[in-house]
């Protein structure tokens, strides 16, 4: 027992998941980015510079994590820019300045994109609508709810604590850092130790199977477009704390990196495949990069071109290293294969 | 008489329902706007219509073929910008820059087609970075709302051919035309087989990969062109198309009744659900609607538009069903 037991880890160690050498691999890139940065430019790379960058990562780093969730169903989620804003904009609107009134508009904000997440699911659960769709057409309904509200004013004042919890440092750490250091690990462990998460696992790499062994597809599928609605809205209230105000389009900028931060950790966007590492690994990635594309003063054109550029490069990457992986697969005899399927059922 | 029942034996067209609620829409616009059946409330109609009906026509294409394609946002900013930016510039500017912004379309399907096709990419995801991508080069080419299109561009097209027929709808007809013969030649027989079962059509020996490469072709030039008469219509270069217009595009032919996952339906749905969706802006308008609302509706209706598309394809699929197994039962009465 003790010995299969043994033998079962060692092969794990072994076999390292293809998703964390993609995360290390992107890690790895945007160390070299910035020293490649450095050598052109040798102001830059400070260490109130890289705490700038890592601090305006939290909102990529939060927001994608709910993309990755829904991503990983095989769905997309396409309201995550729009529900910042929103957030942002309930946010500053109930506090308006007032540091009283947070203890309950955080949790009015929240359950109000909660609520818009909830109706991308059932939509997407219930209505067979495709999920591009469902949440391309809640998003622009909700911006129509949120410009007939605000009659388009935008400008408001946010609660004095919320700008501080995004300016402050403790011991000389950023409460940001900290803050993407505790929702990184509760993040991974919710998608890949438990119970439910391996779930989420199961219906995006086979929905026919998932049904056949009674999942509950439905109820997960609401459940994750409910999570992302709820980390949109946690990353628009930062957000709102961080320019201390808010506008109906501030949420706009992160959708689209949203997507490529998972694209770029190594998920499939058909579903079933990608851990939370490698989404945050694209996050602090496309951070650094944006960081460096204001530095190098390139316009708005380039910088989607780059981005573009980048999600495109970041797929056929993936085709090729799961290419390679098959031609792999196939040189492993029997015994090697059996013993890397026990293992990963021993995770589950 | 054998010719007549062998008429009938075949399933309605998908298009049919869309073609209906065309109809009942257009009746009532023109209840609350008496100057719609103007001659020039139609040309004023065709004229809207007609951006999104090409849009709409060339992502029926990719979506036949069991793909998706949201780089049609990115393609119009480009072709829009390329001809602001062109057309006054240059002699015989006008041809010119429709030349330029077919090639541009077709280079970015092509693009799209290969990344698809032959390296095996997801297509949403790989379109959503080339959009990504044409919206940087529109932005690098114009990078605010600015520029001149060429008068004889915005005039011309605009405007109607002999003083009765307006030039939009010539070119709706055009692209129906184009569609209808598309269907009957080899590529077009193959883009229902592929997008109905790609494994099966591999095996009866199509080529699937040339196939999605041209569909995303065609497409590409379909985005070009429809971003030519956007240029027409707007006079001006603008490299933010914006995102709600990509939803238009995809409740156009999904209310067309072509189904999202592929093999069924057609461009001339995807044309009539243009004019719907056009029918029911300008019907908004006309009822007094606030600006605003617009948005709340058009997310609605893109919903809706799916349901109806699911609805009809069924009821398509319940109407097929009995044809097939009584195939000499008589229908005196549509």
């Known amino acids: ?348 | 008489m054998n010719q007549t029942s062998r008429d009938r034996r075949r399933p309605l067209p998908s298009s049919l329902f869309a073609a209906l609620l065309y109809v009942v829409m257009f009746v009532i616009y023109s209840i609350n706007a008496p100057s719609a059946i103007t001659l020039l409330g139609i040309t004023d109609l065709l004229n809207n219509t007609i951006v999104l009906a090409i849009a709409a026509a060339g992502l029926t294409l990719v979506i036949l073929a069991a793909e998706l394609d949201l780089s049609s946002v990115g393609v119009i900013a480009v072709s829009n910008v390329i001809v602001a930016t062109v057309s006054t510039k240059i002699p015989a500017g006008p041809f010119v820059s429709l030349l330029l912004v077919c090639s541009v379309g077709l280079l970015v399907g092509l693009i799209n087609g290969w990344l698809v096709a032959f390296l095996g990419l997801q297509s949403l995801a790989c379109t959503l970075g080339t959009m990504i991508m044409c919206q940087g080069v529109a932005l690098v080419i114009l990078d605010a709302p600015g520029g001149e299109v060429a008068a004889f561009i915005m005039n011309r097209l605009t405007d109607t051919v002999f003083g009765i027929i307006p030039v939009a709808g010539v070119i709706l007809a055009a692209v129906v035309s184009g569609w209808l013969l598309l269907r009957r030649t080899r590529l077009g027989i193959a883009i229902y087989a592929v997008g109905t079962d790609a494994v099966a059509s591999h095996l009866t020996g199509i080529n699937v990969k040339r196939t999605k490469l041209g569909v995303f072709g065609l497409a590409g030039i379909a985005y070009g062109l429809a971003g030519y008469m956007l240029s027409a219509q707007t006079g001006t270069g603008d490299p933010r198309v914006s995102n709600s217009f990509l939803l238009y595009v995809f409740a156009a032919v999904a209310i067309g009744g072509t189904s999202l996952g592929g093999g069924r339906g057609g461009v001339i749905g995807g044309v009539i659900g243009a004019g719907i969706l056009t029918v029911m802006q300008k019907l908004l308008f006309a009822v007094g609607v606030a600006d605003f609302y617009t948005n709340i509706f058009s997310g609605l209706i893109m919903v809706v538009a799916i349901l109806f598309g699911n609805l009809s394809a069924i009821l398509t699929l319940r109407q097929r069903v009995p044809l097939i197994r009584r195939p000499n039962r008589e229908y005196s009465v549509h």
């Open chain 1, 1 to 348: 027992m003790d010995n299969t037991q043994s033998r079962t880890v060692s092969f794990t160690m072994l076999a390292v998941r293809p998703e964390t050498i993609t995360a290390v691999l992107v890690l790895l890139a945007t160390v070299v980015m910035m020293l490649a940065m450095k050598a052109l430019n040798p102001t830059f790379g400070s260490m109130g510079q890289i705490a700038a960058i890592l601090t305006t990562s939290i909102f990529l780093v939060i927001a994608s994590y709910g993309q990755g969730l829904v991503i990983l169903l095989g769905g997309i989620d396409l309201s995550i820019g729009v529900v910042m804003s929103i957030a942002g904009m309930i946010i500053a609107g109930l506090t308006n300045g007032s540091n009283e009134a947070l203890v309950w508009a955080i949790p009015v904000t929240l359950l109000s994109c909660f609520a818009i997440g909830l109706v991308n699911g059932l939509g997407v659960a219930f209505l067979k609508v495709p999920p591009f769709i469902m949440t391309l057409a809640v998003a622009t309904a909700a911006f129509g709810v949120a410009l007939g509200v605000t009659a388009g004013s935008s400008q408001r004042t946010v609660a004095p604590a919320l700008q501080l919890l995004m300016s402050a440092q403790i011991c000389g750490i950023p409460i940001p850092v900290l803050l993407i250091v505790c929702f990184f690990a509760a993040g991974s462990l919710l998608q890949s130790r438990t119970a439910e998460g391996r779930k989420l696992y199961a219906i995006g790499s086979s929905i026919a199977a998932a049904r056949i062994v009674g999942l509950p597809i439905e109820a997960l599928t609401v459940a994750a477009y409910g999570v992302s609605g709820l980390c949109a809205s946690l990353a628009g209230m930062l957000l709102a704390g961080y320019s201390s105000g808010a506008t109906l389009d501030m949420g706009d900028p992160f959708l689209m990196p949203s997507i490529a931060a998972v694209v770029i950790g190594g998920a499939s966007v058909t579903g079933g495949k990608g851990i939370y590492f490698g989404t945050f690994a694209g996050a602090i990635f496309l951070s650094a990069l944006s960081t460096i594309i204001t530095v190098l003063s390139l316009s708005q054109g380039w910088r989607n071109i780059i981005q573009g550029g980048i999600i495109i490069i970041a797929l056929i990457l993936q085709t090729k290293q799961w290419y390679l992986q098959k031609m792999a697969n196939r040189r492993l005899t029997g015994q090697g294969l059996a013993n890397r399927a026990l293992s990963q059922t021993s995770k589950v």
